[in-house]
């Protein structure tokens, strides 16, 4: 009875160490077979490098990854606190994405958007065509013997816009130093101004400033002032009659005995 558990230990400690055995060879594998793998994709790892290092597609892939630097070189006579008086700096450009276009301008770095559109050019302002139109005026001629009559002096006026405007805006500028001269004189007040003129049905609407109601030369020097604007608006075939304004305004009677509330006509002196 006392021999039976020592047979029993014998055997225990055989299966123990056949056990610890198996499994020294088994991670012995394991480990040598880690290691085989390994150096096989070492091996291949350095073959397969080499391979698509000698491809130019991939020194392409290279250079298109590979940031732009662009060295910003200041002047010699920056502080930096180097002692040429030079520093270096490098700036990173962003990469090229094959819609931006990298130029490099001297110490500038300047993207061209190929989607933006071009810029429309400019077109350059129109000139507003002018032309010389022969046209009638009628001033005042002082006779040597003191008689007032009305007379017709043929001028070229330039024309921008209305023709009409324009001879009218001649004749308030008054007689040339010539037309003087030659006894031809302008009743119409100085300072007189245009303000707007229309023209619908043959009559003339042509409103004044406050300056055109003070003539000098009394009733007389009055009526020979309308006459020289009536005369020279009726030379165009639209125009049969004159109304005028003051300010926007009918007045009455311009001037004592001269009355302009109705349209005036050649006729109407």
């Given at each position: 009875m006392g021999k039976q558990p020592a047979r029993k230990t014998r055997?225990?400690?055989?299966?123990?160490?056949?056990?610890?055995?198996?499994f020294h060879l088994g991670a012995s594998f394991w480990i040598l077979l880690i290691l085989l793998l390994g150096i096989i994709f070492y091996l291949g790892h350095e073959k397969l490098e080499k391979v698509i290092s000698e491809s130019k597609y991939f020194s392409k892939l290279k250079q298109e990854d590979k940031p732009l630097v662009v060295e910003d070189i200041e002047s010699?006579?920056?502080?930096?606190?180097?002692?040429?008086?030079?520093s270096t700096a490098k700036k990173e450009v962003p990469k090229d994405d094959g819609k931006n276009t990298i130029i490099k301008m001297g110490n500038q770095v300047v993207s061209d958007d190929k989607d933006k559109p071009a810029p429309k050019k400019q077109e350059p302002p129109k000139q507003i065509q002018s032309t010389f139109r022969d046209s009638a005026l009628y001033f005042v001629f002082f006779s040597p013997n003191g008689d007032i009559k009305l007379s017709k002096i043929n001028r070229k006026v330039q024309v921008t816009g209305s023709p009409l405007q324009a001879v009218m805006d001649v004749l308030l500028e008054g007689a040339t130093p010539d037309e003087l001269n030659q006894g031809y004189l302008s009743l119409i007040p100085p300072g007189t101004k245009l303000k707007s003129i229309r023209v619908s049905d043959g009559i003339a609407t042509m409103d004044f400033s406050e300056e055109f109601m003070f003539n000098t030369f009394g009733p007389e020097g009055m009526k020979n002032q309308l006459k020289q604007i009536i005369y020279t608006a009726s030379e165009f075939p639209t125009v049969k009659a004159v109304q005028f304004l003051i300010d926007g305004k009918k007045v009455d009677y311009i001037s004592e005995?001269?009355?302009?509330?109705?349209p005036l006509t050649k006729n109407s002196f």
């Open positions: 055997s225990t400690g055989k299966k123990r160490r056949r056990k610890k055995s198996k010699p006579g920056s502080k930096s606190g180097s002692s040429s008086g030079k005995g001269v009355k302009t509330k109705e």
